[in-house]
């Protein structure tokens, strides 16, 4: 089982930046991915970014180049810092983490953040 306790929603304004962190524990194993995704719908959760164990990222197409994803994996963190933010980007963001090794899927509680024009 793995946990997720996420930080670093807030609202701000049309421009501004924020970070938000993850934490993980509980049997993470070696080769994971860690990441966001945020809701868009009641139904459609999207990607936002991911950062694998080894360092590799994706991202979303809307969020390249203002969006940077990172990880510090001696503390099983993820980062995800969110610079000119838009009022599209408003939703809740989920962390994320994939055990490659067995094949599962954890989400965090989800961080709410609100970005006004």
């Known amino acids: 089982q793995v946990q997720l306790v996420e930080s670093g929603g807030g609202l701000v304004q049309a421009g501004g930046s924020l970070r938000l962190s993850c934490v993980a524990s509980?049997?993470?194993?070696?080769?994971?991915?860690m990441g966001w995704y945020r809701q868009v719908s009641e139904n459609q959760r999207e990607l936002v970014a991911t950062?694998?164990?080894?360092?590799?990222?994706n991202y979303a197409d809307s969020v390249k180049g203002r969006f940077t994803i990172s990880r510090n994996s001696a503390k099983n963190t993820v980062y995800l810092q969110m610079n000119s933010l838009k009022p599209e980007d408003t939703a809740v963001y989920y962390c994320?983490?994939?055990?490659?090794?067995?094949?599962?899927?954890?989400w965090g509680q989800g961080t709410q953040v609100t970005v006004s024009s």
């Open positions: 994320y983490f994939r055990r490659i090794t067995v094949r599962d899927d954890y």
């Open positions: 950062i694998t164990s080894s360092g590799t990222t």
């Open positions: 509980g049997t993470l194993f070696s080769f994971n991915v």
